[in-house]
């Protein structure tokens, strides 16, 4: 199939008070190829899919779809144009089922009313596209993160877009998962569907995509070339503007003669974890990894007062402890947690900076002063703000207007402004370019030669290999073994699969 151009932007340009989002980029998408969009947190990448999109205005530049010019003023009419959109961020309404979310936007309709059993059929074709066995009735409410995405995906397909942009639709879904979806992507490409794919992870990058477009600082550094012209360095070079330098993982010691801060013993869960132990000490950085589904957020979750222990007992400090809430875990043990999900859980995306750092400390701040005062307050966020390097035009500034890696750094800001002394973090990059993700190792060793005790969950092995002193790994919500890490990335991933495995543990 010869490839035609799907959608040519030119010259877009886009300003928001005190930042120019873009400036002057061009993109241009062929019908039956998958392009890469890439860049780091704020280099445009969002601000340009919400143009194409309609749900911003371009303040200069043209669109052209199928080589006519577009007026795209609204998502109705980038859908009438046949562009479709799976954003980053859930946009699907909980009270409603898969089926009615999948045909929202084009409601089947037998005369003045809705049509149910056309519903639940185009669902279900949507569905099979994706190898997806999801009942059309089944509450929205009820399903998992994964799979809330792929309905996400399906809702893409039944519109029959002949554009398709994906903004980091693997973020949170298994590698399974995941190779189901380029499965429909590469049978979309094969019928022409032009795909826009927005994603950090180089290697999905490189496996799946035919070109590629770079942003930098809200231009266009790289224009739809050929993906194949170019190696991983050279893009992250692109990327980033300069050279990384390759990552020197620091050389630490960790006290292991000293009392654990936090302590698992033979620990059941509600879940469904079963004898679960481990120990955690003083300055040391505990990797919790496993495969998508394996227990390891639903273990931290328990350990917070947010999931019920059955038996077992959960000691912080030599001290057997009963944690029934966040409140009680942070203010009692100083016990903090940056979620996985930062933008439901994680920070408060309508409230400013500010708000979303002292929240945690306002309680302190009020014992003792009688009162929260602004001036406290304004002095004790910008201590962290500085400290962590948070991209922010003022303190006013609303989170949601903050790219994910400072979004991320907000939530993060919260828990060290409340002094915690354990540290529970959840896939701290996901979805954060490659020079922020570089920021924040340098932040978590720094964090854990002052003191701080860091319980580590992250999917990605590079990033556990880089960042822990040991792994304990998981597996059908058991702790399989674990093992020191040498930081070899070869010989650990080997052990590590081994345990997942259900191999003999290596020590």
Sequence with gaps: MSSTIALEANGLSKSFPGVKALDRVNLRLMSGETHA?????????????????????????????????????????????????????????????????????????????????????????????????????????????????????????????????????????SDNEA???????????????????????????????????????????????????????????????????????????????????????????????????????????????????????????????????TSGSVHVRGARVSIRSVRQALESYRIGYVTENRKEEGVFLAQSVTRNVAITVWSRLERMLGYVSTKSERALVQKYVTELDIRISGQRQLVGQLSGGNQQKVSLAKWLAAKTEILIIDEPTVGIDVRTKRSFYDLIWKLADDGLAILLISSDLAEMITLADRIAVMDRFAITGEVENSHDYDEMSQSIIRLIHGHAAVT
């Excluded at 006519?68 to 144009?81: N, T, Y």
């Excluded at 309709?109 to 949507?126: I, L, M, N, Q, S």
């Design 37 to 173: 969009l890439m860049g780091e947190n704020g280099a445009g990448k969002s601000t340009l899919i919400k143009i194409l999109t309609g749900v911003h205005r371009p303040d200069e530049g043209a669109l052209s779809v199928a080589g006519s010019i577009a007026d795209i003023h609204s998502p109705a009419a980038a859908m009438h144009a046949g562009i479709g959109v799976v954003h980053q961020e859930r946009n699907v309404i909980r009270g409603f089922t898969v089926g009615e979310n999948i045909v929202m936007s084009r409601m089947p309709r037998r005369g003045p009313r809705v049509d149910w059993p056309a519903v639940r059929r185009e669902a279900k074709r949507c569905l099979a596209l994706l190898d997806l066995e999801l009942d059309p009735d089944t509450p929205m409410a009820r399903l998992s993160s994964a799979q809330t995405q792929l309905v996400e995906i399906a809702r893409g397909l039944y519109t029959e877009t002949s554009i398709l942009l994906l903004d980091e639709p693997t973020a949170s879904i």
């Design 179 to 309: 190779d189901r979806l380029f499965r429909v992507v590469r049978r979309l490409t094969e019928q022409g569907t032009a795909v826009l794919f927005v994603s950090h992870k180089l290697e999905e990058v490189f496996a799946h995509c035919d070109t590629v477009s770079v942003l930098r600082d809200g231009r266009s550094v790289l224009e739809s070339e050929p993906l194949s012209a170019h190696s991983r360095d050279e893009i992250v070079d692109v990327m980033v503007g300069r050279s990384l330098a390759a990552l020197e993982v620091p050389e630490r010691a960790v006290d292991r003669s000293r009392p654990p801060v936090l302590e698992l013993s033979d620990v059941d869960t509600a879940s469904g974890h079963r004898g679960v132990s481990l120990e955690l000490r003083s300055g040391e950085i505990l990797g919790l990894y496993g495969l998508v589904g394996a227990g390891r957020t639903e273990l931290a979750r328990a350990v917070l007062g947010l999931d019920r222990v």
